[in-house]
T-cell receptor, first 112, second 115 residues
């Protein structure tokens, strides 16, 4: 069974640009959640998509957005990048009904 | 401005010892608690979970204990091995209906196992 796949693994962007990250969940999983991990703030929840609908949302500005497709693959977008957006972005895949969540390896975003 | 990083608790043990990692959680309504292990350069890896209606659950070499009275969670690792060296996170979710997809993580504990 294939795991959670995140692409790309590494990204370098300039302030003011926008970026799109992709996450392919485990086959059959309908929930995809996104997290930001930084040394200063730890692991913080961004949002969760379940069956193409945003079901939960964290406390991030509107520059952070996401979507989920009918095949459960999800993308997150960050517009008008700031230096503070530099982080490891992780997605987690689960059934969405209380079973364990499996994480991808993450996308390391560096904003310069 | 200068950012202040998280100062993660650390635990150093000798190979073969038992390790206990502790976590205080915040939401008494949380229904589901999970322990994750994160190695350098990798995403968090699921270790074991426990529901709020349980106080103990055992896996292979690991045991999770839940004390809802004081909102405390612990992970016990038996016969710790160098491969167990990693950052360990507790997480909680399920505080109401559709919240299972939202995990709230603790700050993490760095476990170092010396051969």
């Amino acid at each position: 069974k294939a795991g959670v796949t995140q692409t790309p693994r590494y990204l370098i962007k300039t302030r003011g640009q926008q970026v799109t990250l992709s996450c392919s969940p485990i086959s059959g999983h309908r929930s995809v959640s996104w997290y930001q991990q930084t040394p200063g703030q730890g692991l913080q929840f961004l949002f969760e998509y379940f069956s193409e609908t945003q079901r939960n949302k964290g406390n991030f500005p509107g520059r952070f957005s996401g979507r989920q497709f009918s095949n459960s693959r999800s993308e997150m977008n960050v517009s008008t990048l700031e230096l503070g957006d530099s982080a490891l972005y992780l997605c987690a895949s689960s059934s969405g009904t209380g079973k364990e969540a499996f994480f991808g390896q993450g996308t390391r975003l560096t904003v310069v | 401005g200068e950012s202040v990083g998280l100062h993660l608790p650390t635990l150093s043990v000798q190979e073969g010892d038992n390790s206990i990692i502790n976590c205080a959680y915040s939401n008494s309504a949380s229904d589901y608690f999970i322990w994750y292990k994160q190695e350098s350069g990798k995403g968090p890896q699921f270790i074991i979970d426990i529901r709020s209606n349980m106080d103990k659950r055992q896996g292979q070499r690991v045991t999770v204990l839940l004390n809802k009275t004081v909102k405390h969670l612990s992970l016990q690792i038996a016969a710790t091995q160098p491969g167990d060296s990693a950052v360990y996170f507790c997480a909680e979710s399920g505080a109401g209906g559709t919240s299972y997809g939202k995990l709230t993580f603790g700050q993490g504990t760095i476990l170092t196992v010396h051969p």
